[in-house]
């Protein structure tokens, strides 16, 4: 097999990270991964996506409250995982939110992907998370959506935990038969 590049190789290499040293990210790691979000390519090129880039730590504490006010059983599961916040201690978080397109959705699912790719080329370690949603929700008047900066009709969507990996983890195991060959 032809040797893979080190883009091919950081691909297969990523995993979850749940577990992160206290290191903060420099001012230089921060402003990488801000290039990589603005790089981020958008259906229609409508370019919708936010991204709030949070270290600040009383921040991330008020969404992870929010979180267990809705769902006090995500406190559980997470004890389950040695964790006390849906954010595992990350240094960073990116949350990523828009208004309403057709392709919001994906297009911030293509965020968070580069930013965990680029994460990871950094020597980063990152996970994509999906369970803040709840601190984000329409009908909660005491949502995060002001705290995080978010505009009227603006949605959470996606965001990503990242920092120095205090753990390890193999990536999720690979399926062939996902793949359908149509191929001549
Ligand atoms: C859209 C999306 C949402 C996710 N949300 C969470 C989350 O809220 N909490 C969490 O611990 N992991 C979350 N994950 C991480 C997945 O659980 C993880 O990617 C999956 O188990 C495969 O493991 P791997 O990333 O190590 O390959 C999310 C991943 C994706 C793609």
């Not at 959705?105 to 996970?127: C, P, R, T, Y």
């Not at 690979?174 to 001549?184: E, K, Y």
Request: net charge negative.
């Amino acid at each position: 097999m032809k040797e893979m590049n080190r883009t091919l190789e950081l691909i297969q290499e990523r995993s979850s990270i749940r577990r992160y040293k206290d290191t903060p990210l420099s001012e230089e790691e921060i402003n990488t991964l801000k290039r990589v979000a603005l790089a981020t390519p958008t259906g229609q090129n409508l370019q919708e996506l936010r991204y709030a880039f949070v270290t600040d730590q009383k921040i991330i504490k008020a969404v992870d409250e929010r979180c267990f006010y809705h769902n006090p059983e995500m406190l559980e599961r997470m004890k389950k995982r040695d964790a006390d916040s849906i954010f595992y201690g990350a240094p960073l978080v990116v949350f990523v939110s828009a208004k309403d397109t057709s392709w919001a959705d994906a297009d911030a699912g293509i965020a968070v992907a580069n930013l965990a790719l680029a994460a990871q080329s950094m020597g980063l370690g990152s996970v994509i998370l999906g369970l803040p949603r709840g601190a984000f929700k329409p009908d909660d008047p005491e949502n995060c959506c002001a705290l995080l900066g978010m505009e009227e009709g603006e949605r959470f969507r996606l965001s990503i935990a990242i920092g120095h990996p205090d753990t390890t983890k193999e990536p999720h195991e690979q399926d062939p038969s996902h793949i359908r060959d149509f191929l001549v």
